[in-house]
């Protein structure tokens, strides 16, 4: 029986906070409400507003299983359809009564006599503070949302406008203006082939770090397919399934395999010699194999490069900025009047201070130079805390299987609490970044990488079907339980499997795992 006093609280109301909320319902439980410091649903894709913003997966792929959409416009979609989208599941799903908006979390500290987080929460308009108590926490606050400005002198002198792609001004005009884009990643290379079609403007790319640039995903649904997917059972359900596969090979043709991942490059770089003008080519070939830092798929940008208004240099040979524009190494200074970051995003900062039994999580952190965690969901020292998207879980949702097995128990009075125990989250690890250290991800600085050049705390070393596999069942021998049935989880392990139920997991995977 679910217990109406065992409460949870998910902090974020982006697509892995909208998962968590849609499992907990799905399950039957109802006490449970989302903080989300903003006052609207949609996470990243509410906050990326730049011109030209799209995901760079497939869209059929990257929504969520629970509520396919068939009519989305593109193939890879933009961003204010895929916040529409995020807007409409919350609606379809009630989940609008759950949601606290412009509320921020402060802190969250376990109790140990109650098994619960005291929360301390901030509205961010009348700056009061409130505290109320939850049983567990769900943490699905993301990753690409806080930017990460240029480490440069004198940046915060400049005297115009300095936006970066997470923070974009959308009231500001920038016809007739001199614009510097800064950083060369996804974000920027979407923003430069818009902005440069500006009436008037006057744009300078500086490239910092060469990254891999291959032909565009992104392109028109056409109707007919659209017709066909509204009107054809299960087509869109079935065409989910086939991205799922191509995603799968692409994991192993590009990250295991060097023959092929050779080949690729050795197209990737024609692409891109082909496209590009020639003049740039030294500053746009990547001096690293394909796949150790985020590919960029093209979207225009390389071929904006031929126009008359679009000029690209060396990011490097940046000095210092003043109050009216750049200064590079030569002693040129080139004026601008407005500066355009696509620099990327605090990744390895815990945003609020969470404590646990005898540490905060970013002391946790810290002592092991930077984030870690259990299947990227849990930390020892921290009962009943949960995260989406945590540590090394870069392949989707799939960590809500993991959530949703601890969190039944709790919701159902069998236990207080469960913590992952110090030596199962070494031992995975450990395992986790022996298989990194021998992938492509270890040979260059990349966001991937604490600090740019440290562990690996973004990727997990396998296909989402992998990571599927071991998020599918519970080891109960790697949590320590509380509460009155907590022999109960406390045998030595998953226990018999039999191959036909390997079988019907395996099946139940494809319906299941494509976007939870």
């Known amino acids: 029986m679910h217990s109406k006093n065992r409460s949870v609280v998910i902090v974020g109301a982006g ?7 849609i499992a907990l319902k799905k399950h039957g439980y109802e006490n449970f409400m989302i903080l989300e410091k903003a006052f ?3 996470g990243t894709w509410r906050e990326n507003k730049y011109p030209g913003c799209t995901s760079d997966v497939s869209i059929h792929y990257y929504s969520l299983s629970t509520d396919l959409k068939d009519d989305w416009d593109h193939t890879c979609e933009f961003a204010y359809n895929i ?3 995020t807007k409409d599941i919350v609606a379809k799903n009630n989940l609008t009564s759950h949601i606290l908006f412009g509320v921020k979390v402060i802190s969250a500290t376990w109790d140990a006599t ?14 009061k503070l409130s505290v109320l108590e939850a049983n567990i926490v769900i943490s699905a606050h993301g990753i690409l949302h806080v930017p990460r400005y240029p480490n440069i002198p004198g940046l915060n002198d400049f005297s115009g406008p300095i936006m970066h792609t997470a923070k ?10 001199k614009i510097a884009v800064i950083g060369n990643g ?3 290379c979407q923003l430069v082939p818009y902005v440069a079609k500006t009436e008037g403007v006057q744009l300078t790319h500086f490239v910092r770090t060469r990254n ?12 007919y397919w659209k017709w066909a997917f509204r009107h054809i059972p299960f087509l869109t359900r079935l065409f989910r399934w086939t991205m799922f596969w191509v995603f799968e090979a692409s994991f192993y043709l590009i990250f295991k395999m060097a023959t092929t991942r050779a080949f690729l490059m050795k197209a990737g770089k024609k692409f891109m010699n082909d496209t590009a003008p020639k003049k740039y080519r030294g500053l746009l070939e990547p001096s690293f194999p394909l796949g150790c830092r985020r590919i960029v798929f093209d979207s225009g940008y390389l071929a904006s490069l031929h126009r008359p208004n679009v000029d690209l240099k060396e990011g490097g040979d940046i000095v210092s900025v003043d109050s009216t524009g750049i200064i590079m190494k030569t002693g040129e200074k080139l004026p601008f009047d407005v500066i355009a970051c696509g620099t990327g995003f605090v990744t390895d900062k815990f945003p609020y201070h969470l404590r646990g039994r005898e540490s905060t999580i970013q002391e946790f952190y810290d002592k092991h130079d930077g984030p870690l965690a259990y299947l990227g969901t849990t930390v020892p020292g921290f009962p009943n805390f949960f995260m989406i998207n945590g540590p090394n879980t870069a392949t989707g949702y799939t960590s809500l299987l993991h959530i949703m097995q601890l969190v039944k128990p709790i919701l159902d009075n069998e236990v207080t609490s469960f913590e ?7 031992d995975y690890n450990k395992g986790l970044q022996s298989k990194l250290n021998d992938m492509v991800f270890s040979f260059c600085s990349s966001w991937y990488r604490a600090g740019h050049n440290g562990r690996n705390v973004s990727i997990f070393p396998g296909s989402a079907l992998q990571f599927w596999w071991a998020c599918r069942k519970i080891d109960w021998s790697h949590y320590v339980a509380v509460g009155p049935n907590a022999a109960k989880f406390s045998n030595s392990g998953l226990g018999f499997v039999p191959i036909l139920s390997a079988v019907v997991l395996s099946a139940s995977m494809l319906w299941w795992t494509l976007g939870n």
Request: proline share 5%; net charge negative.
């Open 168 to 177: 974009w001004d959308t009231n500001l005009d920038l016809r007739g203006k």
């Open 420 to 426: 992952v125990t110090p030596k199962a989250n070494d």
């Open 114 to 127: 109650s098994q619960s987080y005291t929360i301390t929460t901030e509205d961010v308009r009348s700056q």
């Open 40 to 42: 609207d649903v949609g």
């Open 15 to 21: 697509f892995g906070g909208i998962a968590a909320a």
């Open 212 to 223: 891999w640039i291959l032909p565009a995903m992104v392109a028109p649904i056409h109707r």
């Open 186 to 188: 996804g974000s920027a």
């Open 83 to 85: 916040h529409a989208y």
